[in-house]
């Protein structure tokens, strides 16, 4: 019997509103990727994003397109050109992996990853909201070894200093979203220099970064929204310091372990990072981030109820995936 694939929609209530510069969510809507051979499945989940012209009936339509050239034996490399980067690639590229782990009984981490999978430290977000609110969620969190910390609008400095000041103990990792602009972001980043900020990602709107090769970086400047693939690399050198990965605009987990290795060569930090998704979006993205410098991976965190099983958390630690999760 041929591969078989199926997918459906998602959606995961959040704990409580998640808050940033471009607005609020209360559920995360995902679209769940089925693949099936011999008795065994592989699964993958992606979270479409409307910030990139995705919704999660559009994104499931491409993926339930593309379940002829599975069922003909389209391959992960056979995806990369099939089908452009973004959420649906994503997910079907995280279900071939899964489906291969099972078929061949060796984990998928063999091949991910340069060195054995152990627990990581993941960022844990505070959303954007008012600066006394801000820092109590921080303070709440300041056992944490890393927090990434929403901002994004014209006038940031009161959340900077009360969320630097609740979590004196924490590394912080500031999030504009795009929110910032020619006449603030000198502002705020020698701001965030005196508050020892470790880095700022995405401080300006996409397209529109070119400022950042004539200012300087007095805290190290991460892309994200700037950038999606390999492709993106090269023109981002003399603009950003580091990279975000997350693997919902790589369109997966085969695309972004070149992406990080080409950004490593380049000189970038690296990222990586998540949408709000369940266990299944993060696992493959924890073995992706066995090699990176900041890892942002809470999005289960951020739920009212995960999948069963999930990722386990463990103070700051995230651990890899069982077998029975992904991979």
């Known amino acids: 019997m041929p591969r078989q694939l199926h997918a459906r929609i998602d959606s995961f209530p959040l704990a409580k509103a998640f808050n940033i510069s471009r607005g609020a969510k209360t559920a995360a809507d995902v679209v769940t990727c089925t693949i099936s051979e011999n008795g065994k499945q592989g699964r993958g989940e992606c979270v479409p994003y409307k910030r990139y012209g995705e919704t999660v009936e559009g994104v499931l339509e491409a993926i339930e397109a593309y379940a002829g050239a599975i069922a003909g034996g389209a391959s992960r490399q056979d995806l990369q050109t099939a089908m452009k980067p973004g959420a649906a690639r994503n997910a079907i590229d995280c279900a071939l992996w899964d489906l291969e782990a099972k078929l061949s009984g060796q984990r998928a981490a063999v091949h991910a ?35 990434k910390v929403k901002v994004g609008t014209s006038d940031d400095r009161a959340r900077m200093q009360a969320v630097a000041s609740a979590a004196r103990g924490a590394e912080i990792i500031l999030d504009a979203n795009e929110g910032w602009d020619e006449s603030n972001i000198r502002e705020h980043l020698l701001l965030a220099a005196e508050l020892h900020i470790s880095l700022i990602e995405q401080p300006l709107p996409a397209g529109k970064d070119e400022i950042l090769a004539h200012i300087p970086h007095p805290v190290p400047l991460c892309a994200d929204e700037s950038v999606h693939t390999i492709a993106d690399l090269d023109k981002l050198v003399s603009l950003y310091d580091a990279i975000n990965i997350k ?81």
């Not at 006394?132 to 890393?146: F, G, I, P, T």
């Not at 997966?252 to 970038?268: S, V, Y």
């Not at 069963?308 to 991979?327: A, D, K, N, R, T």
């Open 247 to 327: 693997l919902d605009k790589t369109g997966g987990l085969t695309e972004a372990l070149q992406m990080r290795d080409r950004a490593r060569e380049l000189g970038f930090g690296v990222m990586v990072g998540c949408m709000v998704g369940t266990s299944l979006a993060m696992a493959p993205a924890v073995l992706l981030g066995q090699d990176a410098d900041w890892v942002d991976l809470d999005g289960p965190l951020l739920l009212a109820k995960d999948r069963s099983p999930g990722l386990s958390y463990s103070g700051s630690l995230v651990s890899p995936p069982s077998p029975e999760l992904w991979g």
């Open 113 to 147: 990853c340069k060195i054995l999978p152990r627990p990581l430290p993941t960022a844990v977000t505070v959303s954007l909201g008012d600066p006394a609110d801000m820092a109590d969620e921080a303070r709440a969190h300041s056992s944490q070894k890393l927090l």
